[in-house]
């Protein structure tokens, strides 16, 4: 028991003996240190997604990705959707009709995806006169491009590990800004800014308080973004969470709901790797009646029959085994509401229902991830919208806030990354190593980032020893 007030020294608000606020000293240094490396990698790449996904929601929210909030004249009843689609076709040269998305408003237009040998175009087509209103290449606006950068930066799969990367060592990020945020003179003081301060104190108080606030959206939007990702996402999460086909009972296509994905993700992340139901059996549960023709009509109406009303898109069977196919989900914008995605497989032969998919019988996994990337995409209405919006702005504050720290307290003249220093004699913290492994293990990019940086770490301090030794 220690007796001798010299040997104690108060830390958030107890007292405790010098030994062991050393031991917390050295933690404090050990967290900073990993959450500025961290941060060297990930503000480039935060700034890049959070301002791209800004952009891509307002886009989203307020033009459409497709053209499909063109307004048109409502009128009594709309012109049938085989009539709607001809004159689609019959604006690109030797098209074939792939997808037809019905309009969510009845003064919203219809749109039309058309191949061509030049390409995949929208068309645009106003519902009640069949009148082509734009034609344009698909994926081809804003919101697109800026699609492209924010999942892959242009640069394919090399850009999505990178990214991954990124995202993972964001986990890191918030784990140690945590630490480092943790209060030491009470809570309620590391909850709101201090605007009294000044210089870096000022930027510091101001960066640990927002991003203690993100800190929660920022976990959800990390993980909802690393599901879809190539490693973690594809070869691990979603390769166990996917929805099981053999459930339909029908034969099984080697084609994957994936390929319905043109451009941006289109299909829920549960049934991606799921393969399609194929047609030509006698399998599937009744769809049209025996004698109805299956048409581009008829498939239209019996959606609309079974509950898919206002938006909701139909694709056209591709191949001798191919199905139509109905969806509703909130990714896609179809609906505000991510509880009532709906997957519907038709025999393109016998006009029979072979799968109907709803967000009931998505597994764990998949339900989280219906709610989280409609969340994270904001397409679940204004409120959420306005909310992303502060959000992503915050996530700018605080890359800018932690390159402006670095700047004031980097010593004048100093070159170099120059990293906080490294706590010297550094104690075997079983709980932090622990953690550490299991975050490593849990998204391996992270691991081969932690490993790179802790050799780059290692190097870096050898040379600077020999240095210091050689100047005696």
Not at 152 to 178: K, Q
Not at 187 to 215: C, D, E, I
Not at 432 to 460: E, H, N, Q, S
């Amino acid at each position: 028991m220690i007796t001798d007030d010299q040997n104690l020294t108060q830390v958030g608000g107890h007292l405790v003996s010098q030994d062991d606020a050393s031991r917390v000293a050295k933690f404090y240094r050990a967290a900073w240190r990993w959450h500025f490396y961290a941060g060297v990698y990930v503000i480039p790449f935060f700034i890049m997604l959070a301002t791209t996904g800004l952009l891509m929601m307002w886009i989203a929210f307020i033009d459409g990705r497709d053209g499909e909030r063109t307004v048109v004249m409502p009128q009594e009843t709309a012109m049938a959707v085989s009539v709607q689609a001809s004159a689609a076709l019959d604006a690109v040269a030797g098209g074939a009709l792939i997808q037809y998305v019905a309009p969510r408003e009845k003064d919203l237009a219809a749109i039309f995806r058309v191949d061509s040998g030049d390409g995949a175009m929208t068309v645009v087509v106003d519902p009640y006169s069949a009148t082509v209103l734009d034609l344009f290449p698909r994926r081809s606006g804003l919101y697109d491009l800026m699609n492209n950068i924010h999942g892959t930066i242009l640069l394919g799969v090399t850009g999505d590990r990178m990214i991954e990367v990124a995202a993972s060592l964001g986990l890191i990020l918030v784990a140690t800004g945590l630490y480092l945020w943790w209060p030491r003179n009470g809570v309620k003081a590391q909850l709101k800014p201090k605007f009294s301060a000044r210089g870096r104190g000022l930027w510091k108080n101001l960066h640990s308080v927002v991003g203690f606030w993100s800190a929660g959206m920022l976990v959800i939007f990390l993980i909802s973004g690393l599901s879809w990702a190539g490693v973690w996402g594809e070869k691990m999460v979603q390769a166990w969470s996917s929805f099981p086909a053999d459930k339909w009972g029908a034969p099984l296509s080697e084609v994957t709901h994936g390929a319905l994905n043109d451009g941006p993700k289109e299909v829920p992340w549960v049934l991606e790797q799921t393969p399609m139901p194929a047609s030509g059996s006698l399998a599937g549960a009744d769809g049209l009646k025996a004698g109805v023709a299956v048409t581009l009509d008829t498939v239209d109406a019996l959606a609309r029959s079974i509950g898919f009303e206002a938006r909701y898109q139909l694709n056209l069977p591709s191949g001798d085994t191919g199905v139509w196919t109905m969806s509703r989900d909130s990714m896609n914008t179809d609906s505000a509401n991510p509880m009532s995605d709906r997957t519907v497989h038709v025999d393109r032969y016998s006009g029979k229902i072979l799968a109907d998919v709803r967000f009931a019988e998505y597994s764990l996994m998949g339900k989280a991830m219906a709610v989280g990337i409609a969340f994270h995409m904001g397409t679940i209405g204004l409120p959420f919208v306005l909310l992303n919006t502060a959000f992503c702005l915050s996530i700018i504050f605080l890359c800018i806030s932690g390159v402006v720290m670095w700047v004031k307290r980097r010593p004048e003249g100093e070159k170099g990354v120059n990293p906080p220093p490294a706590p010297r004699d550094m104690p075997v913290w079983k709980g932090a190593v622990c953690l550490a492994l299991v975050l490593c293990l849990a998204f391996p990019m992270a691991g081969i980032a932690v490993i790179c940086a802790l050799c780059i770490d290692l190097a870096a301090e050898a040379v600077r020893s020999r240095r210091m030794r050689a100047t005696v």
